[in-house]
């Protein structure tokens, strides 16, 4: 079976050593070359040549779309991007529930048009305040019912920090663990069907995670709503990555997940 490889990773806009972390960002795209990444906390400024996620995938050959969540002001912009290997077609973001906040957040669809298909690819970055765990558990309601109503030839794919650990309902909601109002959806947790080791990936032995003063935990996920009859997205690897220092710091705050599902082989 071919395979789709995707990665998520919050980049943490340009706090820190930027242009060292851009550079490590960089060398580890190389390396896992990801068909699709979603990337979140991302700064997009209007007029200007290029946003972040321009530069990180620039000279590497993806497609390149941002997502707004909120404008900081002047117009600067944060929120999500898709790197993908594929053509794009149609593209669309929402708002979150909660968005009456100081820190409004959203949900980026794009219909990336792979050889084997039009594959529903979702990036989302949820509230982080520890104490939201009701307004994260409206965010994924919303979240999972546009995956879920997502049309393609390939299973949807979600990635994306969703501040919420696999033990909180936000994520037992996910999984078809949690019901709420009496509705409950399923979505497959590729780490937690074919991962290995630990899956935290905000810990303290990234320094820049460490100045938070928080506890290892995970909080970014891949799903996928497959696989669908003829195994077409089935987690077949996922892992850790990006979590190593390089050129004497880590890649974001975050550590990434890199992901490989099952894809129908090509007829010539």
Same mark, same amino acid.
């Given at each position: 079976?071919?395979?789709?490889?995707?990665?998520?990773?919050?980049?943490?806009?340009?706090?820190?050593?930027? @242009?060292?972390?851009?550079?490590?960002?960089?060398?580890?795209?190389?390396?896992?070359?990801?068909?699709?990444?979603?990337?979140?906390?991302?700064?997009?400024? @209007?007029?200007?040549?290029?946003?972040?996620?321009?530069?990180?995938?620039?000279?590497?050959?993806?497609?390149?779309?941002?997502?707004?969540?909120?404008?900081?002001?002047?117009?600067?912009?944060?929120?999500?991007?898709?790197?993908?290997?594929?053509?794009?077609?149609?593209?669309?973001?929402?708002?979150?529930?909660?968005?009456?906040?100081?820190?409004?957040?959203?949900?980026?669809?794009?219909?990336?048009?792979?050889?084997?298909?039009?594959?529903?690819?979702?990036?989302?970055?949820?509230?982080?305040?520890?104490?939201?765990?009701?307004?994260?558990?409206?965010?994924?309601?919303?979240?999972?019912?546009?995956?879920?109503?997502?049309?393609?030839?390939?299973?949807?794919?979600?990635?994306?920090?969703?501040?919420?650990?696999?033990?909180?309902?936000?994520?037992?909601?996910?999984?078809?663990?949690?019901?709420?109002?009496?509705?409950?959806?399923?979505?497959?947790?590729?780490?937690?069907?074919?991962?290995?080791?630990?899956? @935290?990936?905000?810990?303290?032995?990234?320094?820049?995670?460490? @100045?938070?003063?928080?506890?290892?935990?995970?909080?970014?996920?891949?799903?996928?709503?497959?696989?669908?009859?003829?195994?077409?997205?089935? *987690?077949?690897?996922?892992?850790?990555?990006?979590?190593? *220092?390089?050129?004497?710091?880590?890649?974001?705050?975050?550590?990434?997940?890199?992901?490989?599902?099952?894809?129908?082989?090509?007829?010539?």
């Amino acid at each position: 079976m071919d395979r789709l490889r995707v990665l998520t990773l919050n980049i943490w806009n340009r706090q820190g050593p930027w @242009e060292t972390r851009c550079a490590a960002i960089r060398k580890g795209l190389v390396e896992l070359a990801p068909d699709l990444i979603g990337l979140q906390e991302v700064l997009h400024l @209007e007029g200007a040549p290029r946003d972040q996620a321009e530069e990180l995938a620039e000279g590497l050959g993806y497609h390149v779309v941002f997502g707004g969540a909120w404008e900081i002001g002047g117009g600067l912009h944060f929120g999500n991007a898709v790197l993908s290997r594929f053509p794009l077609g149609e593209q669309k973001s929402w708002r979150l529930p909660g968005d009456d906040t100081e820190e409004p957040r959203s949900l980026l669809r794009v219909l990336a048009e792979a050889p084997y298909g039009i594959i529903p690819f979702f990036v989302t970055h949820l509230d982080w305040k520890l104490h939201h765990a009701a307004r994260r558990l409206r965010q994924v309601q919303f979240v999972a019912e546009r995956v879920l109503e997502a049309k393609g030839g390939f299973p949807a794919v979600l990635v994306g920090d969703f501040n919420a650990e696999p033990s909180s309902d936000e994520i037992r909601y996910l999984r078809g663990h949690h019901v709420v109002d009496g509705t409950s959806v399923y979505l497959t947790d590729c780490f937690a069907w074919v991962g290995t080791g630990s899956r @935290e990936t905000f810990v303290r032995r990234n320094p820049f995670a460490a @100045e938070a003063h928080e506890p290892d935990r995970c909080l970014d996920y891949v799903f996928v709503s497959g696989p669908d009859r003829q195994r077409q997205g089935e *987690p077949l690897v996922a892992k850790i990555v990006l979590d190593q *220092p390089v050129g004497g710091a880590f890649p974001s705050d975050h550590l990434g997940i890199y992901v490989e599902l099952g894809v129908l082989p090509q007829t010539p």
